[in-house]
């Protein structure tokens, strides 16, 4: 989907974006030929191809996304950009801490296991309609080596809402119904939300992208509209 996508677009920062989201496609496609066989190495492989995808796609999304025809856009995108990476870092350290301190799930009588992603080994599991991943992960604390998975949700749409347009928060709104929101209601496994997401990733971008503009030209034509009625 995302190379005939590709093929049509004349958008080359879109594009080049789709490219990136299309690999997820490729890697999930792969994965269904070694699914459930934790202990195949081309599983676990394909299963952190997957995470560190998912790590830096708020980087790709909001570098490729948004113009730098200003200063202050050019500002936003420099200091968006390095969040991002930062935050990714952030994110793959979580999970090699594991190979240092060993595994923490929680266990009887603790808290229940709320996060997208996070499970007891390495692996590439059957979901309810989809694969899913499960990645082990140490504990989140307060230190900045241990966040929770909702850092990739801020980093994911908090910059939507910092461009002081009406177009890219509306491009947020459209994603977050069309990625995750759209996902909590296909399956409520864990594993599976963040790989439902991942796979319906392209399909979303363009809708996303014609939508954001579609209500901004409804919108800018009708206050033409009104102010041609009152006499602005």
């Known amino acids: 989907m995302g190379v005939v996508t590709v093929k049509f677009l004349k958008d080359r920062q879109m594009a080049n974006r789709i490219w990136y989201f299309a690999g997820m496609e490729a890697i999930q496609f792969l994965s269904y030929s ?36 200003n ?15 930062m935050g ?22 603790l808290c229940v296991q709320t996060e997208w992603l996070r499970g007891e080994q390495l692996c590439t599991l059957t979901g309810n309609i989809h694969l899913g991943w499960s990645i082990p992960m140490v504990d989140i604390t307060y230190s900045p080596w241990k966040p929770s998975m909702s850092l990739h949700a801020f980093l994911m749409f908090a910059p939507f809402f910092v461009r002081g347009t009406v177009e890219a928060g509306l491009s947020g709104v459209i994603l977050f119904l069309a990625g995750p929101g759209l996902s ?17 990733s392209v399909a979303e971008m363009i ?11 409804v919108l800018r034509k009708s206050v033409r509209l009104v102010g041609k009625c009152v006499g602005l």
């Open 88 to 109: 990714a870092g952030m994110m793959i350290l979580r999970w090699l801490l594991v190979y240092v301190s060993g595994p923490q799930m929680t266990g009887p009588g």
């Open 184 to 200: 909590y209601l296909l399956t409520d496994n864990l594993h599976e939300q963040a790989a439902i997401w991942c796979f319906l």
């Open 71 to 85: 200063t202050y856009q050019r500002f936003v995108n420099k200091i968006v950009g390095r969040l991002c990476l």
């Open 34 to 69: 070694f699914i459930d066989q934790c202990d195949n190495p081309f599983n676990k492989i394909l299963t952190v191809l997957g995470y560190i995808h998912i790590c830096f796609q708020p980087y790709v999304l909001h570098r490729s996304f948004h113009p730098d025809d």
């Open 207 to 217: 809708p996303m992208y014609g939508a954001a503009k579609a209500i901004m030209f």
